[in-house]
């Protein structure tokens, strides 16, 4: 039996501020003329803005696993980070950059070619017509007054022109179909009635949907026990599968680790399990992660092809974080 997995994430950034020359209080500036020196038009500036993500999402990781207190804890940093990334194309707020993890020396076109790089590659990714998997991500800005053309221009895929002050709830319907189209009908009503209103001047939003079954089916499930600390557990919906799969250890994480992949060999999930059998190991092995950790789990030389007893809890999760400012 091939278990499916599904992931869906809708974000969403909402402003009520007064309309000016700012957007969400940030200053709406055109990017400078002329391309940048460095990643326009590379696999490698695509590959940079990954590195530059992980290095935002690690950050992030360890921020909310500091204030989750011990809960369980699912986001999608590629969300967030684009969010705040189409921000930072039209603003002038130099706090971004930091926020974002870009060099003092990185202009802004050449990051800009590179996000339309990662863009034209999750667009292609998401048309695959192959029933293995499905895969999108996309981002909408939703605003009422008017935007530099420029900046409309560069985000014109984006852009969703709303009149929230004569109609807010046939807004919120519609910003709220626009995400159910994109996951699938998954979400339905990411925005609840009430929350945009004749004052919401602008919303930023990023929906990204996976729908994937593995390589290795699991075997049907099963009542057991999975342990919460060394000495507490509760019976839980197990799947369970031996298999031959890559497991690697790393001394660095202090890990096991292995790597679960699904059909179309181009996305695996990869389970990390620390050796330490104590209540604290995952709050650890988070503060122990890092780009350069991740790289080295993905492209480690130490894999390799075992059989294994796998597993795992099968569960339905979801998770809101609030204010982001406040991280």
Known sequence: MHWLCKCVIGLVMLATTTWSSTV??????CVPPGPGPSLNNTLYGKSYLYKL???FSIKLLQTLATS???????FSPHSIYMVILITYFWSNEKNLRSFLHLPPDQDKMSVIQAYRMDKLFLSKRALNTSADYKFSSVNGIFYQYPIEECIAELLKDEMHKIDFAVNPE????????????HTNQIIKDLFPVGMITSRTILVLANAA?????????FDSTEN????????????VTMMKKTAVFKISNSSELGSRIIELPYKGGDI???????NVNEEHGISQLSKMLSTNTIQNIVSSSQWRLDYVNVYLPKFNATHTIGDLRET
């Open 24 to 29: 969400a209080g940030v200053t709406q500036k």
């Open 53 to 55: 993500e992980q290095e």
């Open 68 to 74: 989750s207190n011990k809960n369980n804890l699912i």
């Open 170 to 181: 046939l807004a919120n319907k519609y910003i709220n179909n626009w995400v159910s189209n």
């Open 209 to 217: 949907y996976f729908n994937g079954y593995w390589s290795s089916g």
């Open 224 to 235: 057991d026990m999975f342990y919460t600390s060394p000495s507490k557990y509760e019976y």
């Open 268 to 274: 695996s999930l990869f389970v990390i399990l620390p």
